[in-house]
């Protein structure tokens, strides 16, 4: 692989900034900030880490919606880092375990002064650092194979796992993304709906600002829907990537939508079913409809399917298929020895290529884990995703094989739920199921073995320990659960009763 890969990505961002300064580059909040004041806030930035005490590569960044935090992310690859991203509203005790994990001993900061500085690192503080934008390409000190993030997802001992990306890795679903036919101008308008904790959001920043255009982000503090709703209309937006729940909750809407300028419209992070999508169709007349796939471990995501308006649309169960592999990759589906099954018989999808980490953050039992040898001679990565391929090589999606769930788009380990909580009642047995409600999306339904107590002290010591979306939304007591043929507990049993 070409080690100057990354570089060129971050020449693209330091032209867009010479050459579009006027123009904006982000609208935070409801108000514009150019590429002038971007590069400006990236050199300040810079100057900073470059006068920090510790020389360690990887950088805690505090998430907050503003110019000072996406700057963070550039300016620390640009110094050849890795950042490593801690959520203000995440539990004290699950951010000091990544920075525990990760050894962090820096961290940007973009809050008040007198917010608390409660961890044990050298805080340096990203509001009015003074820089300018002369950002010249030979001062990138970036090589592919180093890291650009480490991501830490739900993990079932109830210790978040990481998920080292590189920058090759990056790099490399860059250019998977534009061979699609992707094109992207600094006319367009691209939507930012995500935490920065969550990969995709990678994609809805770094694309529009190689590009020149701008990018509209979703403040923490509002009602989702309605503003993406409220951007989409106000703004015409033109680019938006989503999970498929933000449509599931504007279908009531479908009707008053109209949303002529948007020209992709693209989902990832759940199922997207057919039906919806029809709906959502006509709110965007113009735009072409893309359902991709991706596990964080893949780098955004490594599959794409476009909707066909016209009708024939693949799917299985309901759900729109995932389509076929992005240029840097491949896709199989393996049965249980790690053979490729035949079209049309069910096996765990399975993924190989550039965008692909190599393991995870100081596990190698769980990478060795994650892993399968295949026919072909690679070395796959084992998703836990159910599908089928079929005779055109499109990939069915049916479900997940293990006890993971997508939770609004984030993945959900439910073994962690369980864990905290069988942690808080110490002698009673839990279960968590995901199900799908009404509206087609996924809930977290907690089943306790007792009988029935008041549960706010149990919920109220989850919010210590868990992110918000991993809160159970139903808790049910059965006084003895049931056990299936081989004498486990019987989740299917527990779930009918929902």
């Known amino acids: ?32 900030y150019t590429y002038k004041v971007f590069g400006e806030t990236i050199s300040g930035i810079r100057t900073a880490l470059r006068n920090r005490n510790s020389k360690s590569s990887n950088i805690g960044i505090v998430l907050n919606n503003d110019v000072e935090t996406y700057s963070s992310i550039f300016a620390v690859w640009m110094e050849g880092c890795a950042y490593v991203p801690l959520h203000p509203h995440w539990p ?17 900061d973009s809050s008040s002064a007198d917010k608390d500085d409660s961890f044990d690192c050298n805080l340096i503080r990203t509001k009015n650092l003074q820089g300018n934008c002369e950002i010249q390409k030979n001062e990138f000190n970036v090589n592919d194979g180093e890291l650009a993030y480490i991501l830490f997802t739900s993990g079932s001992t109830g210790k978040p796992k990481g998920v080292p990306i590189s920058k090759g890795n990056v790099a490399a679903f860059v250019g998977s993304f534009f061979d699609i036919g992707f094109e992207i101008t600094e006319n367009d308008r691209v939507l930012q709906c995500f935490d920065l904790t969550f990969d ?3 994609m809805s920043y770094l694309i529009p600002l190689m590009k020149g255009a701008c990018v ?64 959502w169709a006509k709110c965007l007349p113009n735009a072409e409809i893309y359902n ?33 592999s992005m240029s840097s990759g491949s896709i199989m589906v393996l049965d249980e020895e790690g053979h490729e099954t035949p079209v049309g018989e069910s096996g765990e999808l399975c993924l190989y290529g550039r965008q692909l980490f190599d393991g995870y953050w100081k596990d190698k039992e ?58 808080f009642f110490k002698d009673r047995n839990v279960v968590c199921v ?33 992110p ?9 007591f059965v006084q003895v659960f049931p056990l299936n043929a081989n004498g486990k507990t019987d989740r299917k049993a527990l779930k009918s009763k929902l």
């Open 434 to 466: 995901a199900y799908e409600n009404e509206s087609k999306l996924t809930e977290i339904a907690m089943f306790i073995e007792s009988d029935e107590v008041s549960t706010d002290e149990l919920v109220s010591y989850l919010r210590t320990k868990l």
């Open 366 to 423: 769980k990478t060795e884990s994650a892993f399968v040898l295949s026919d072909d001679g690679n070395r796959y990565y084992k998703t836990g995703d159910l599908c089928y391929r079929d005779a055109d090589g499109d990939i069915m999606y049916m479900g997940r094989m293990d006890s993971q769930a997508k939770i609004q788009g984030y993945r959900v380990e439910l073994g962690e739920i369980e864990f905290h909580a069988r942690d």
């Open 92 to 108: 004290k005790e699950r951010c000091q375990d990544i920075i525990s994990q990760v050894g962090l001993a820096t961290i940007l």
């Open 1 to 32: 692989m070409d080690d100057r890969l990354f570089s060129d990505v971050l020449n693209f961002v330091a032209k867009s900034i010479e050459f579009y300064g006027d123009r904006p580059a982000f609208f935070i909040d409801g108000e514009s």
């Open 200 to 202: 995709l959001s990678v």
């Open 216 to 279: 509209y982000t979703v403040p923490d503090n509002v009602v989702k829907y309605t503003y993406i709703y409220d951007l989409m209309d106000e703004h015409n937006l033109t680019v938006a990537l989503m999970v498929p729940s933000i449509i599931n909750y504007l279908k009531p809407y479908f009707d008053e939508i109209d949303v002529p300028s948007m020209r992709y419209s693209l989902f990832c992070g759940e199922a997207l079913y057919e039906d919806v999508t029809a709906g």
């Open 468 to 476: 918000a979306y991993m809160i159970p939304t139903r808790i049910m």
């Open 292 to 324: 991709v796939y991706g596990p964080t471990e893949d780098t955004i995501f490594c599959t794409y399917y476009k909707y066909q308006r016209e009708g024939g649309n693949k799917t299985c169960n309901g759900i729109l298929s995932i389509g076929k």
